[in-house]
């Protein structure tokens, strides 16, 4: 039987020795390093590469500054960034937390600490994706609806009925008909007149 995997892990430091430590510790919580990179510009296509739950960042890269290119990987969207570093200056943690990192380990690496940490920002980090697809989700079932009233010259209560009736008439979820009417609407635009 396959052994499930706690997280998949990329390491971004230059420092072996920290990368020792922390692919101790992922190891023994039960996750699995799928990549290491030393320097910044390698981060973002391994990342893109091994589609990891979490990346590990140290703060000095010898090719740049490791809270910007953790904010690249958090502007992506590919996964949680957690920086290890032994700095802990309150500009340091305000530049983190304004990039978006999820998590903050300070070394030395305390291996009863690290996986709760990685476990919060990897589940903080689902939950923030859930709640973007639900506005991309909403946005798009909006725009649906302002299509049907111009449209058809339905009331906003209508129209959203409309849309809920035939998500459940043919058991699809709501977003993929508002999908649907506006694909329609897009090709009934491109037809040619005649």
């Given at each position: ?107 030395p690496l305390r291996t009863a600490q690290f996986a709760p940490t990685l476990d919060i920002a990897v589940a903080r980090f689902r ?68």
């Amino acid at each position: 039987m396959a052994k499930t995997v706690r997280w998949r892990v990329v390491i971004v430091d230059d420092h072996e020795r920290s990368r020792a430590a922390v692919r101790a510790a992922v190891w023994a919580a039960g996750g699995e390093v799928v990549g290491e990179a030393l320097r910044r510009v390698d981060a973002a296509p391994l990342v893109t590469r091994v589609a990891p739950d979490v990346a590990i960042f140290a703060v000095g890269l010898p090719d740049g500054d490791g809270v910007q290119a953790a904010a690249e990987i958090i502007e992506s969207g590919a996964c949680a960034v957690v920086l290890f570093t032994s700095h802990t200056d309150d500009a340091l943690v305000q530049r983190a937390s304004a990039a978006g990192v999820m998590a903050y380990l300070v070394k030395p690496l305390r291996t009863a600490q690290f996986a709760p940490t990685l476990d919060i920002a990897v589940a903080r980090f689902r939950e923030g994706q859930k709640l973007r697809q639900a506005l991309e989700d909403r946005k798009v079932i909006e725009r649906a609806k302002g299509m049907l009233m111009t449209r058809l010259a339905l009331s906003e209560d209508e129209a959203f009925r409309r849309l809920r009736r035939a998500a459940m008439e043919n058991r699809r979820p709501m977003v993929e008909i508002a999908r649907a009417v506006l694909v329609s609407e897009s090709v009934a635009l491109h037809l040619p007149q005649e």
